[in-house]
């Protein structure tokens, strides 16, 4: 019988909130240490190449230096310790522009940043860089990777020669970053031959064993502090070298060291979203239903690494096809590696997929949400498994009701307000449901006849209310109230734990806590040696029992069974604009997304997450760009004046359902993540919306105001 | 940045006095455009002359028309009941400008001295003749998305951005100044800014150590017929692609002056004198407005990466005369 007092499931305000708000939350550099110093990173000024020289004679004489720390003087790294991007000082090599060349270290951030500017470098270039993407995207190459090798069904692409209806075009997305309201910052304190790290960390277990590799430590000698995380979007789910370049610093010159990277820093520093040129063949009955759907993607990676988003993957499960292709190819170059970054592949792939479902309804004179039904798949198209659960009729269904999808004008460029066009759009989106292996640790102790309980768990919370989320589960799980439960989170000394990462840290995370309350309440009912009715809670046993303290640890996985199927969130996105005919400047001024994700934990902090993930798309769709100079490597988008993240103006109204969904198979909590799915089909939505609202497909994002001029 | 000295003038020639002691001195007003220059190396002054206890900072009305102290803000001079009604093309535009809290802090004068956004210029490692004269121009065969299509150089093909500066110019307004001896002289706001030619280090025609101390608006009759249109990447917090300032003196439906100047197009704020000549005496017909902008359009000579300006300048000159007829 359901409990109706309990808190999982109500939408209450973060436990932490007051903290952050009021500034007691720390986050990375707010930890003190007695003897602080302050190191500031110095960056290659070229793309590729050799550093013949470095001349840090006038750096050196510079107030308050302590050390100048370059390839010619840091310790020797192992470079394959798991830290993604390489610059580790390891060598006189450049193989990108922005990559970190050296540190100052000194008394104040301020002094080692002027005496930074003092280095001078002589490099050796290389003129055979791979800087032009627009040249090289012409000769790509097969990926290295097994997981990127073409996909076929059925017969493939040439099935697309048979079909009635085809839409055949090639969508084009930018590179983005990821830019978290936190730069990536790390405070390294030595204590022996241990070293602790306050870094902000999505995976705090990944943060340690890679950050103990590189340095040629055991796990054990490093400690990763990350109990505030001000947002990481996939940049801080791998860690990159200012991590272990802190650590370097603090032990050559004995003394903490603080190295917090500038905003201009965090553009060649910690990843991006790849640039892609996808093409999509769609093929079709004039019925509308789907023959043939070739998904082919052209993305750079690093010339000594490769990742890439995968731009295939919604195409995958998306629809009902027999005939289809996935497949990739990659152009090495002399940028620094790309990395996941929110909805990885799913965000940019779904932006060509919906679009050119939009297209193919379109040409078919045939509603787009029609379209999607008549080829909904009954089991997952990839693999054959049944779905755990499928919503994604639902989420349009639902949502087309909620948003007025009637009150759109099928013909494009048909709707005015005033001087304005107005269009609606619409686009679906999925991600993968997974539990990841996780452990807590539970501490109840009796005071004053009221019990207490610490839940102790190597989690993270970006700021998505992990710490909440959690300490609901624990109230719940133990009978608790929640003022009584105190969360431990963000510390490789806690129990070890899955990462905020692919959207598996409230599964991941939840289901152990919630495991761990079971284990207690066994072991206390155990312990009692009674038989009981009604299955005590944790905080009766300890009450009835007087147990003054008792504690359990325990390990949880995704049930075996999780596998016999697909599981995955959907989601159906709704946009509304209204663009300037003359000037062509878009305003999204209504936005609805419908989540199917299994059970949600907290309505509010769920809301954050996806209206968040619909802001960034809103940005992917109309306002984020980062251009490189073919001539040189760098970005010429280098600093918030000119990568244009979403202002107030650009964000209309927003609203989040979800779907009431119970799907046990996935976790036994039947959770399964929101953070990803935000993101995907929000860029498709809207460039349909702009397509219904001007007749204009815009096939290239963002989709700023000179793409909508008139012709 | 590298180390500087602090200084806080107490009154005008103090300010004078200091900034010609040294070579290396620079104006501190709001602080939203130096000290950003400064972090980022591109400018390096050895001393800062705080101008903030400067009593510059009144906007009051005069027998030609309103004075704008220097070192009022720009929140206050949009703000303005005076300004609000009789020159509203102003009030637009300022607030079209950057974001509240840097319009808080920027000053009438700071707004007029603020420099290029081009993101070489920024950019120390790249070749910036306006930052290092003779280095070369990198946006020129560069990403110049954002820069100029009127009145560039091969030397510079950057913009000015300030939003102000081209409400400014279509009001014909006047920029006072005060040399080192204390003597005033007064800058018709058309030529306070200069084009690139072949000293694109120099924005403006002020010399070293002279202070701006206010802007001079003359009297115009075109508050109910004015408008300022900004096109830009997103809908607020970004500097134009293409804007335009425009005002008619309307006698029944035809225009008998029309006061136009764009940005986001020059070097400086850019008159469109064309269209002003071809509106005159012409009626206010959406025909003639489309005329009067494909004339000025014609000669803009745009870059690789900024072609869109032509149409983008053309549009936006329509809307911006179409809202400023409605009043
Ligand atoms: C993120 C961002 C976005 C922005 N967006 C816009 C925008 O969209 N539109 C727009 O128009 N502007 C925009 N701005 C620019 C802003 O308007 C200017 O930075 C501001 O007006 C400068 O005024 P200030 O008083 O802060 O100048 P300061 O930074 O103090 O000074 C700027 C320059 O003027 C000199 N100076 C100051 N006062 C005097 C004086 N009285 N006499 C002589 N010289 C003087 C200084 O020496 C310095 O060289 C933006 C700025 C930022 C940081
Ligand atoms: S356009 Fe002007 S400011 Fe920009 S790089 Fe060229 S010279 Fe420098």
Redesign the interface.
């Known amino acids: 019988m359901e409990n109706t007092n309990k808190i999982i499931g109500k939408g209450i305000d973060r436990i932490d909130g007051i903290m952050k708000i009021t500034g007691k939350a720390s986050y990375a550099t707010d930890y003190p240490a007695k003897n602080m110093a302050y190191a500031v990173l110095f960056k290659s000024t070229i793309a590729s190449g050799k550093i013949v020289q470095i001349n840090t004679t006038d750096a050196e004489k510079s107030p308050g230096v302590i050390q100048i720390i370059t390839h010619e003087n840091a310790p020797k790294l192992n470079i394959k310790g798991g830290l993604r991007g390489g610059a580790l000082l390891q060598g006189p090599e450049i193989i990108f522009h922005g990559q970190h060349i050296g540190m100052v270290v000194a008394e104040t951030f301020e002094q080692a940043t002027a005496a930074a500017h003092l280095v001078q470098v002589k490099y050796q270039q290389d003129k055979t860089e791979k800087i032009d993407f627009d040249e090289l995207a012409k000769n790509p190459e097969m990926p290295k990777g097994k997981e990127l090798a073409d996909l076929v069904r059925g017969a493939g692409k040439s099935a697309l020669a048979q079909a009635e209806v085809k839409i055949e075009e090639e969508y084009e997305t930018p590179i983005e970053h990821h830019h978290p309201m936190e730069p990536h910052a790390t405070v390294a304190v030595w204590e022996g031959e241990n070293v602790i790290l306050y870094n902000g960390s999505q995976i705090i277990n990944g943060a340690q064993t890679a950050a103990a590799a590189t340095l040629n430590l055991k796990p054990e000698q490093v400690r990763i502090v990350s109990p505030y995380i001000g947002g990481g979007f996939g940049s801080k789910g791998g860690q990159w070298a200012n991590l272990v370049l802190t650590a370097v610093a603090a032990q050559m010159v004995k003394r903490p060291v603080k190295l917090a990277l500038t905003r201009q820093q965090m553009f060649n520093s910690v990843g991006l979203r790849q640039r892609n040129i996808q093409k999509i063949s769609l093929g079709a009955t004039k019925e509308g239903v789907l023959t043939t759907l070739a998904h082919e993607t052209i993305s750079h990676t690093a010339v000594d690494f490769e990742y890439i988003e995968p731009c295939g993957d919604c195409s995958k499960i998306m629809y009902e096809v027999p005939n289809s292709l996935i497949s990739y190819r990659v152009v090495p170059m002399n940028l620094i590696l790309p990395t996941y970054t929110r909805g990885p592949g799913k965000s940019t792939g779904s932006f060509a997929l919906e679009c050119a479902m939009d297209e193919l309804a379109h040409q078919l004179k045939m509603d787009p949400i029609a379209l999607r039904i008549k080829n909904e798949p009954k089991k997952d198209p990839s693999n054959g498994k049944p779905w755990s659960s499928r919503t994604t009729v639902k989420c349009l269904e639902e949502g087309a009701k909620a948003f007025g999808w009637e009150k759109r004008k099928a013909i494009p460029g048909t709707h005015f307000s005033g001087e304005n066009l107005i269009g609606y759009g619409v686009a679906c989106g999925t991600y993968p449901a997974r539990q990841r292996d996780s452990s807590a640790n539970i501490k109840l102790t009796l005071k004053n006849g009221q019990v207490y309980a610490t839940v102790e768990i190597a989690a993270s919370d970006l700021g998505t209310g992990t710490n909440t989320i959690l300490a609901q589960t624990a109230a719940d799980g133990l009978g608790i109230p929640l003022s009584r439960i105190t969360m431990k989170i963000g510390d490789s000394d806690l129990p070890p734990a899955a990462g905020s990462v692919g959207s598996v840290g409230a599964s991941s995370f939840a289901n152990a806590v919630n495991d761990a309350c079971g284990k207690i309440t066994d072991e206390l009912l155990a312990k009692s040696g009674k038989q009981f009715f009604v299955r005590p809670t944790a905080n009766d046993l300890m009450i009835s029992e007087k147990i003054a303290a008792f504690e359990t640890q325990s390990s949880s996985k995704a049930p075996a069974e999780a596998e016999q199927y697909s599981a995955h969130s959907f989601n159906a996105n709704f946009a509304e604009v209204s663009i300037n005919k003359l000037t062509g400047m878009v305003k999204v001024t209504r936005f609805l997304a419908v989540t199917g994700a299994g059970k949600i934990l907290n309505p509010k902090t769920a809301r954050s997450q996806i209206i968040g993930g619909n802001i960034w798309g809103i940005g992917m769709a109309l306002t984020e760009e980062s251009v490189v100079d073919p001539r040189y490597g760098n970005f010429a988008t280098r600093s918030f004046a000119d990568y244009h993240v979403p202002a107030n103006l650009d964000v209309g109204q927003l609203d989040a359902m979800f779907i009431n969904e119970v799907d046990l198979i996935p976790n036994k909590m039947g959770v399964k993540g929101i953070g990803e799915v935000g993101i995907v089909g929000v860029a498709a939505a809207i460039a349909n919306a702009v397509f219904n609202a001007t007749g204009k497909r815009i096939r290239s994002l963002p989709i700023t105001p000179d793409k909508l001029l008139p012709s | 940045?590298?180390?500087f000295k602090f200084s806080i003038a107490k009154n005008q020639s103090e300010a004078l006095g200091l900034i010609h002691q040294h070579q290396h001195a620079a104006f501190l007003a709001g602080g939203t455009n130096i000290l950003d220059l400064m972090k980022e190396?591109v400018a390096q002054p050895t001393e800062i002359i705080d101008l903030g206890r400067l009593p510059l900072s009144t906007i009051k009305s005069t027998n030609t028309g309103i004075s704008l102290g220097a070192l009022a803000k720009n929140t206050e001079t949009a703000n303005h009941p005076l300004i609000r009604k009789d020159y509203p093309v102003l009030s637009k535009a300022i607030l079209a400008g950057a974001s509240a809290q840097i319009r808080n802090m920027a000053s009438n004068g700071g707004n007029l001295m603020q420099r290029t956004?081009c993101?070489?210029f920024?950019?120390i490692?790249?070749p910036c003749n306006k930052r290092v004269p003779g280095s070369g121009c990198?946006a020129m065969?560069?990403?110049n998305?954002m820069h100029a299509i009127f009145g560039w150089s091969d030397q510079c093909v950057a913009v000015y951005p300030s939003d102000m500066a081209i409400a400014l110019s279509a009001l014909n307004a006047n920029v006072k100044v005060m040399q080192q001896n204390g003597s005033e002289r007064s800058i018709p706001f058309t030529d306070f800014h200069v084009l690139p030619k072949d000293h694109p280090e120099k924005d403006n025609s002020l010399n070293h150590g002279e202070l701006i101390t206010s802007i001079e608006l003359p009297k115009n009759n075109f508050a109910s017929h004015s408008s300022y249109?900004k096109?830009?990447?997103?809908?607020?917090?970004?500097?134009a692609?293409v804007s335009v300032a425009a005002g008619f003196e309307l006698e029944g439906n035809t225009i008998k002056t029309a006061h136009i100047a764009m940005g986001g197009v020059a070097h400086k704020p850019w008159r469109a004198l064309k269209a002003e000549a071809f509106l005159k005496d012409k009626a206010a017909t959406f025909a003639n407005f489309i005329k009067a902008a494909d004339l000025e359009m014609s000669s803009a000579k745009p870059l690789s990466h900024n072609k869109?300006?032509i149409?983008?300048g053309k549009?936006?000159l329509?809307?911006a005369f179409e809202v400023a007829l409605k009043g």
């Open positions: 940045m590298i180390p190396h956004r993101s070489y920024y950019d490692n790249m990198a065969k560069g990403f998305r249109i096109v830009r990447d997103r809908n607020s917090y970004a500097f692609l869109f300006k149409e983008m549009q936006t329509i809307h």
